[in-house]
């Protein structure tokens, strides 16, 4: 008895700051200001309108879909082809590359984005989706290499020769063998860098400036610093980009759970 | 396997490396490369050999960082990994309903940036939820501007940090917890023992090795900190939070102090490199490594 | 371990190469005619962006961008980096000053003195207007418009109901701090999270007390802020605060939630410039509010009518070959009908044909008339002087008024920051 009211204490903590911030955004800023606990009188969605339409958050969140999506499929293609190579295969430089990708690991942001600030400057796509699209997939491909060569150090090698026997090549044993088994891996991969890629803020806050690029976060930095005193505009916005997550949680719950489970004890 | 051509395996790591060298690799040479050098991004670049290795050694704001990051680092080893592992030590007890598990995981999902908005307001000092509610049980003195006070703005980031991440810890340990074998923890029920010393005694020190992984986790992961900061007080206030990355930031967008700040990137990763070694060290001393 | 380190070899190295020529070759006329800003907010956008139609439409060759980048990146870095990328600017904007000055002399400032005595931009300007905007005769910008960097605005009905004028002296400001606090009033908000905000005031304010000329030295880089002099004009700041006269977040909110306070009566007075006038009338139009310039200082050498303020306008890229057009762009910006639009978006342009016609608020039109026959005028650290010296400043100056430093320790800190 006593550990639900615990368990539903703390979920009230965590959850709160949401509901007040979904109650307020219903509200008028003045009362907001005078009564932020008293509930709202109306259930007006119009601000969250109004949000969506001045806030540009449908522009955003387009451009965090595109990048997401574009980012996501390139490390689990690039990733699961690196890990293919790393585990199924002996070669030399093999175990310089994987250290070098262990070392991806470990290597905080801060070691290379100046000079990857000023790179992408020189090549001229800074205020591009490609300026984004390119550090996330190389920054998800550590982690991505190294669960997906998990996955396919499991497998027995009889698996391959048998395969080898049948008359197939690297490239169809790679894509008919080896990626249907490694799938409950590229979800686990997929789950990891979409969030990543969709929550990333300092790379997009410096690469791009161009308001119709933003993605979500940076996106709503911008709103927020130029409707500062609009409360109740502020929390429809911030109430329209979280609800949908809440919802995906729900929903997947079950593969985001797994996912997780499935990476951390790897 | 043998490949059926031998160049077939550099093929298939070709790209990966490929966009990995250009993206990380290369800038992380050509940071240690400026950070020997005075540059303001597109001018002249002068070479100055270890100058800026001895001004950031030097730099009162740079030290102090990083004494603010290590309090962070320790706040958020109570708040994320302790937390979490009582989470999950509560919910393991008592599986929990989805909405337990939504309401604790949910800030994970969030982008920091909302709720680096979301918690300044919670913390306005004038109808935040925090003042506001400490106002409604009579608890008026206790009010303070938690942003702007310096004696209270990195506990009230950190807070904000714990409340995020503490679920997803707590996902981690949930998960070891349920790989635990049963029969050990109802052989210790039978005999007698109580949740808490179940808990104590059998749970924690099977997943030890998980724990162990956290706290690294949430190590590296503090010293890159960022995106919490700097929405919410970007180092104020007078720079009681700022923190290595803020100033780093700071230092090379806004001052356009390129070589400086690669130089303080440089110290940077070193400590968390030199974090990360010795932790593996200790770690492959006190057990048995698994082949990668 | 060969094959990764020739490839990291060789890429660095190309990737040096392409570092090393970063200067790029004289550009041709693409018929793009690029602006540059930083973001004036939706009002004055939609001017900006129908006159480029405007224009457009009357040079069906000519191509107009407007790049609206973020304020803050725009004055410390986002300037630069267009400046010295592809596509520069032909137009952009800067702050009158050592801004300027520094503009002139990397190049980038082209000698528009022409375009004003036979050019499409004659007639438009008083010839007095060009004063801040020509620099050893050569007029380098397009007057845009002047901001009175900070005044003291207060609530009228507040302050009455409360028993206290506007205060015309220093020891009456700290009078009226008292006597606002004991009812529970803040005296004077601030947001000045940003550092600017009350930066700018106090700046003004100790400008009073040390002389404009010894600000404009030592701001200008000459000679240490730890003396006597600037001691004692920190020491003023410190009996503000002593006074609680500054809302005690001030340092935790930024300058439009401080405006908030004002508007919402819970405090009294408001320290801030110009731009506070259309804004308040949108977000409190009840709001009955005047203001006063800051108060004399005791002993101050400083002239005790000096205004801070800087003028703001439009500068021709010297490294364009359109000029002709952004001449002719600035000229098309400020014909009457496109200045009266300006006035409705609650910003006053230097033109001439700005008086004429429609109603600007009173409040506005004694601003411009107190700046324009200012015996003194201050420049705003930030925007006058060089950012890094002004962010010291402002970091000393809001840790003295926020009870974090002494006046001492304070300027000792600047010194240290700056090398000095």
Not at chain 2, 3 to 31: D, E, K, N, Q, W
Not at chain 3, 98 to 109: I, N, S, T
Not at chain 3, 131 to 150: E, F, W
Request: charged share 15%.
């Amino acid at each position: 008895m006593l550990v639900s009211a615990a368990l539903g204490l703390l979920a009230l903590f965590f959850f709160f700051p949401m509901i007040w911030m979904v109650l307020s955004s219903f509200k008028t800023n003045a009362s907001i200001f005078s009564t932020p606990f008293a509930p709202p009188t109306s259930v007006d969605f119009a601000r969250w309108s109004e949000a969506w339409e001045v806030g540009n958050i449908g522009q955003y969140a387009i451009n965090s879909t595109i990048t997401t999506l574009v980012s996501v499929t390139a490390i689990l293609l690039l990733g699961a082809g690196a890990a293919f190579a790393f585990s199924r295969y002996r070669f030399r430089g093999r175990g310089a590359f994987m250290a070098l990708f262990a070392l991806g690991l470990l290597l905080p942001l801060q070691s290379y984005f100046i000079a990857q600030s000023t790179l992408f400057t020189q090549l001229d796509i800074t205020d591009t989706r490609l300026a984004l699209i390119i550090p996330y997939t190389a920054m998800g491909l550590p982690l991505a290499v190294y669960l997906l060569k998990v996955y396919l150090d499991a497998l027995p090698e009889e698996l391959f020769d048998a395969a080898r026997i049948d008359g197939a090549g690297d490239w169809r044993v790679f894509r008919e063998l080896a990626l249907p088994l490694l799938r409950p891996g590229l979800a686990t991969v997929a789950i990891f860098s979409a969030l990543s890629a969709w929550n990333e803020f300092l790379l997009a806050l410096l690469y791009i400036q161009d308001d119709a690029l933003k993605t979500i976060p940076t996106g709503l930095l911008a709103f927020s610093t130029r409707y500062v005193t609009d409360y109740s505009l502020l929390f429809a916005a911030l109430s329209i980009v979280t609800i949908p997550m809440i919802v995906i949680y729900v929903v997947f719950n079950r593969q985001i759970v797994e996912g997780i489970t499935a990476g951390s004890v790897k | 396997m043998k490949p059926t051509r031998a160049i077939s395996p550099y093929l298939f790591l070709a790209p990966a490396l490929a966009v990995f060298g250009l993206a990380v690799l290369l800038p992380m040479v050509l940071t240690i490369g400026y950070s020997f050098t005075e540059w303001n991004g597109f001018g002249a670049m002068t070479f100055v050999g270890l100058d800026n290795y001895a001004t950031a050694i030097g730099d009162p704001t740079f030290r102090d960082s990083f004494i603010h990051v290590v309090l962070y680092i320790v706040a958020t080893l109570f708040l994320e990994v302790l937390v979490g592992l009582g989470l999950a030590g509560l919910v393991h007890m008592r599986p929990g309903r989805l909405w337990f598990r939504v309401a604790i995981f949910t800030p994970v999902m969030l982008p920091m940036v909302v709720v680096a908005v979301l918690w300044s307001f919670v913390y306005n000092p004038d109808f935040g939820l925090v003042n506001a509610g400490l106002a409604a049980v009579g608890l008026e003195e206790l009010q303070r501007v938690w942003l702007g006070d310096t004696s209270t703005a990195l506990l009230a980031v950190s807070l904000v940090s714990g409340w995020v991440f503490a679920g997803f810890y707590m996902m981690i340990f949930y998960a070891a917890f349920r790989q635990i074998p049963s029969e050990a923890v109802e052989a210790a029920r039978l005999d007698g023992a109580g949740e808490w010393a179940l808990f104590s005694r059998i749970k924690v020190p099977m997943i030890r090795s998980v724990v162990w992984v956290t706290v690294l986790l949430c190590v590296t992961g503090g010293f890159q900190g960022f995106d919490l900061f700097f929405v919410l007080t970007n180092g104020g206030p007078y720079g009681a939070t700022e923190i290595p990355t803020t100033y780093l930031v700071k230092t090379v967008f806004r001052n356009g102090d390129v070589g400086y700040g690669s130089a303080m990137a440089v110290i940077l990763t070193a400590i968390v490199l030199g974090v990360g070694l010795v932790y593996a060290r200790i770690q492959a001393r006190g057990r048995r490594v698994d082949p990668a | 371990m060969k094959n990764a380190k020739r490839l990291v070899a060789l890429a660095t190295v190309a990737m040096l190469a392409i570092a090393g020529c970063g200067g790029s070759s004289t550009p041709e006329n693409d018929h793009v005619l690029r602006i540059a800003m930083g973001s004036p907010g939706e009002a004055q956008i939609r001017v900006w962006d129908d006159v480029a139609k405007q224009y457009m439409a009357a040079h069906s060759e000519t191509k107009v961008e407007i790049n609206y980048q973020q304020d803050d990146l725009y004055e410390t870095i986002g300037l630069q980096n267009l400046l010295n990328g592809k596509n520069a600017p032909d137009i952009y904007f800067e702050w009158t000053g050592a801004r300027l000055a520094q503009r002139v002399k990397d190049g980038f400032a082209a000698d528009i003195t022409d375009q004003f005595k036979t050019g499409p931009l004659a007639g438009i300007w008083d010839d007095a207007v060009l004063g801040p905007y020509t620099l050893d005769g050569k007029t380098r910008m397009v007057p845009y418009a002047a901001d009175v960097t900070n005044v003291l605005w207060y609530n009228k009905k507040l302050l009455a109901d409360n028993g206290v004028t506007p205060p015309a002296t220093w020891e009456e400001l700290l009078a009226t701090c008292d006597a606002l606090n004991a009812k529970g009033i803040i005296p004077i908000a601030s947001g000045n999270k940003d550092l600017w905000a009350a930066g700018n005031w106090l700046a003004h304010q100790t400008s009073r007390v040390v002389g404009e000329d010894a600000y404009a030295t030592v701001l200008g880089g000459t000679g240490k802020f730890s003396t006597p002099e600037w001691e004692k004009a920190f020491g003023y700041i410190k009996e503000l605060a002593d006074h609680k006269c500054v809302n005690e977040s001030a340092n935790a909110i930024d300058d439009n939630a401080g405006a908030q306070l004002f508007f919402q009566a819970k405090a009294a007075m408001h320290a801030i410039g110009s731009w506070l006038v259309s804004w308040a009338i949108d977000e409190a139009p009840d709001l009955d509010f005047d203001y006063v310039n800051i108060p004399p200082m005791p002993d101050g050498k400083g002239n005790a009518g000096s205004v801070i303020g800087v003028a703001t306008g439009y500068v021709i890229n010297a490294k364009s070959p359109k000029q002709k057009e952004a001449a002719e762009f600035m000229a098309l910006l400020n014909s009457p009908e496109n200045v009266q639009a300006f006035i409705a978006a609650e910003v006053t342009p230097l033109a001439k044909s700005a008086s004429a016609g429609a109603e600007i608020d009173a409040r506005t039109t004694e601003l411009n008339k107190m700046l324009n026959e200012a015996p003194a005028i201050v420049l705003p650290p930030d925007t006058g002087y060089d950012l890094k010296m002004a962010d010291a400043l402002y970091q000393g100056l809001a840790a003295v008024l926020g009870g974090q430093a002494t006046p001492a320790e304070a300027l000792a800190e600047i010194d240290r920051k700056l090398g000095r």
